[in-house]
């Protein structure tokens, strides 16, 4: 028997994860939901190293899955106020919930007699997972405008756009750009009136605004299965949930629809494949771990956690809207802002979000970058910075404060770094070949890389600065951006090319 040195093994596995960003501590206010209680953590180890060979893929042979999943779907059902007509099902992430969501509706409109190409309606500030969606399942994507300096979307706006050919109009409780709380109780009603398919995204929200509350601690308008015509919801429990990644529920409307979200075949020489999710093999690891932190925090631990998580909001907000130079999009519902220049100071007053942000992370804490976007009608989203606040905000805030605030005074009156200026001092040639649009092929794209000084390092990694680089990204044609990032991150996992010399396959030892 082989053996091995696992000391050595995990040794290296932990030199390479202090590279990491800090998933602990508060420092990333994105990505990571830090409960700030170690013991959930050490609880959801061992939840998952229990199950770790169990396979999810069938639950009625490994039915402790059956089990946990129906728990889940339960409590998440009750939190959520949905009857029982609503059912569910635990997904690997947000991601695959969406997708599910929207593959169930477009289903649902087909068996309705939709033909043709069935439209997606939703506020551009929906989530790029149902850009996902669209392009994997084949609808057409029909983003409505939202008001450029607040984040929101005019219901009307939205409800005009409602035809026969809209399989699926999904709102976010709240939308991840600006923590816009969209207007569910108008826009399902309306769909409720055109039989077509409302699903909120609760992906960030679900296991968090539950126990929110407005600016003036009255409760939020309804957005969760109350309102009559909200047929799906998704919600994250690797998000507000605490839970390790890969764990979300989405919940359904009414059985008979949410049959369809199920692919079950039969016709081939193989076991019958009943799929509730994507995946056909899967781990129940988070699973495991997401049902026993539920256990663990029950209703009163999530309100103690989020009633920290809004302290620090609403303290954060109240710093940020006393930066001069800065403000606050729009009115942010749940624990996530948006940060913009704020354009009513004169402009060497105003503070750019994106080098503001680079010299906030200088300090220590990473923020996250959001680029400025054109709306279809022409008006033009900022570009922004996002925070994440978690439970573990609020006793740093005075440190997270200071940092705010120095490096606004830093970048105070800085002009915002100019895309066209950092296209311009690149190569001619190459510019040439970024603005023809032409379809780029590996090596070309990943010339430009280099000349953008974004490749060739053997550990992928952004660099520190990334204001030219969103900058660049604001400039170039989206698509252009989508295949240039592509390649990065397709580069930063590619073994390293071989010396022409070396043999193709490792010679067998020993002679
Ligand atoms: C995070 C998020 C998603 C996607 O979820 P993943 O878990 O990252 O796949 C969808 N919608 C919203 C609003 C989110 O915040």
Request: charged share 20%.
């Amino acid at each position: 028997m082989t053996s091995f040195d696992s000391g050595a093994i995990l040794g290296r596995l932990e030199e390479l994860r202090s590279a990491d960003a800090p998933t602990h501590g508060g420092r990333v206010l994105s990505y990571v939901y830090d409960s700030g209680r170690p013991e959930l953590d050490e609880l959801a180890a061992q939840a998952m190293r229990l199950v770790q060979p169990v396979n999810g893929l069938d639950p009625t042979t490994f039915t402790s899955v059956a089990v946990m999943e129906r728990e889940l779907v339960g409590f998440a059902r009750d939190l959520l106020h949905g009857d029982d007509e609503v059912v569910g099902s635990v997904t690997s992430g947000g991601t695959e919930s969406c997708l599910l969501a929207v593959k169930t509706a477009r289903d649902v409109w087909r068996a309705a007699g939709g033909s043709g190409t069935p439209r997606l309606l939703a506020p551009v500030t929906v989530h790029a997972a149902f850009q996902k969606a669209a392009a994997l399942f084949d609808l057409a994507l029909d983003l409505v405008p939202v008001d450029a300096t607040t984040g929101r979307v005019d219901a009307s706006a939205l409800i005009s756009r409602i035809g026969a050919d809209v399989a699926l109009v999904v709102v976010s409780a709240p939308s991840y750009p600006y923590a816009t709380l969209d207007p569910v109780g108008e826009v399902a009603a309306a769909c409720a009136q055109a039989g077509v398919a409302c699903h909120v995204d609760g992906c960030i929200g679900g296991w968090i605004l539950p126990f929110w509350t407005d600016a003036d601690g009255a409760p939020l308008p309804g957005w969760d299965f109350r309102v009559p015509g909200v047929t799906s919801l998704s919600a994250d429990l690797h998000k507000y949930g605490y839970a390790p990644k890969g764990s979300s529920v989405l919940l359904q409307r009414d059985r008979d629809r949410q049959r369809r979200q199920y692919f079950a075949t039969t016709g081939w020489p193989g076991y019958p494949v009943v799929n509730s999710t994507l995946l056909g093999s899967k781990s129940a690891g988070a699973l495991a771990a997401s049902w026993a932190i539920v256990q663990a925090l029950g209703t009163t631990g999530f309100a103690e956690l989020a009633e920290s998580c809004r302290r620090a909001t609403r303290g954060l907000q109240d710093i940020l809207g006393d930066i001069e130079g800065l403000r606050v999009v729009g009115e942010p519902t749940g624990p996530l802002l948006a940060v913009a220049a704020d354009d009513a100071v004169p402009a060497d007053r105003r503070v750019d979000p994106h080098y503001w942000a680079d010299r906030v992370r200088r300090r220590g804490w990473v923020l996250q970058l959001q680029p400025g976007l054109e709306q279809t009608d022409g008006t033009r989203l900022p570009r922004t910075t996002h925070l994440t606040i978690t439970p573990v905000t609020e006793a740093r805030i005075d440190e997270l404060e200071a940092a705010l605030r120095g490096a606004a005074d830093e970048a105070r009156g800085v002009p915002p770094v100019d895309g066209n200026a950092v296209l311009a001092s690149l190569p001619s040639e190459l510019v040439a070949g970024l603005t023809s649009g032409a379809t780029l092929d590996s090596a070309t794209a990943a010339h430009i890389l280099a000349a953008i000084g974004l490749a060739g390092g053997s550990t992928p990694g952004l660099p520190d600065d990334q204001a030219p680089l969103l900058a660049l990204v604001e400039a170039l044609p989206l698509p252009l951006t989508e295949r240039l990032l592509t390649e990065l991150l397709a580069r930063a996992v590619e073994p390293p090319v071989r010396p022409d010399s070396a043999p193709r396959f490792a010679a067998p030892t020993g002679e």
